[in-house]
């Protein structure tokens, strides 16, 4: 298996190219609705927060950014942090109009020197693209009690042989360092952190013919319920 210096590398590399192809055809934009699977406006969106309002959320591998929008809008203080500097100039070429503090960043430094957060997500970021063993238990510590924990990750059988790989917008190949499971495996990851896990979810593709990503929310103990 790479060194985990390597595998930072590569995808720093990875996303700087990704944003790279990007960047000349951004510009501010209005928020729309999250997406968390690969298919815009196919499965659930912003309803998986609940209220947020007051609440101190951070996107681990926030990319454009597009994704902590709706929630800024919301009344969420909100931070993103991404490993590639070039997205980060994405993330504020898009919403540097908007109360958002992004930070170019490893997830696991952020995390050792950040606040206490209320919520942490990931969106095909930093989860699944940092050993679990070492990212999950720093959220697990820096989240407050009560503190939710959501992301999606892809499925491994919606990637295939592609797991090594990302298509980027040109139509070329850049090589990715991912850490996969399935719904179990990654049960089993959130609860070695330290916090419960609330469900891991598959969701299909918009055809239905097979599983695109999977989706699981846990929370830390001590503050009561999830929503």
């Known amino acids: 298996m790479r060194s985990t210096n390597t595998s930072t590398a590569i995808n720093r590399r990875a996303w700087d190219r990704q944003a790279r192809l990007a960047l000349p055809h951004d510009r501010p934009m209005t928020p729309g609705r999250i997406e968390w699977t690969q298919y815009p406006g196919h499965g659930p ?4 927060f609940g209220d947020v309002s007051g609440l101190t959320v951070a996107e681990l591998g926030c990319g ?26 994405r993330a504020l070429t898009r919403w540097g109009h908007l109360p958002i503090h992004f930070h170019c960043a490893d997830a696991r430094a952020f995390l050792t020197h950040t606040r206490p957060l209320d919520v942490c997500f990931s969106i095909f970021g930093a989860v699944g693209l940092c050993p679990p063993e070492q990212l999950l238990p ?13 992301f999606s990750v892809p499925d491994p059988r919606w990637l295939g042989p592609r797991r090594t790989l990302m298509r980027l917008a040109d139509g ?40 695109c990503c999977l ?13």
Request: a positive charge; proline letters at 6%.
């Open 45 to 48: 969106g912003t309803e998986l």
């Open 64 to 89: 454009s950014g597009d994704n902590l929008a709706p929630l800024a809008v919301r009344g969420a203080r909100c931070v993103g942090v991404d490993l590639a500097p070039l997205q980060i100039s």
């Open 138 to 150: 720093l959220i697990a510590q820096h989240l407050r009690p009560g503190g939710r924990l959501l």
């Open 172 to 211: 070329s190949w850049a090589p990715v360092a991912r850490w996969l499971s399935g719904p179990q495996g990654w049960r089993a990851a959130v609860t070695a952190a330290g916090l419960q896990c609330l469900s891991a979810d598959s969701i299909d593709t918009p055809g239905g013919d097979n599983t």
């Open 215 to 227: 989706l699981v929310r846990a929370q830390k103990a001590g503050g009561g319920s999830d929503a």
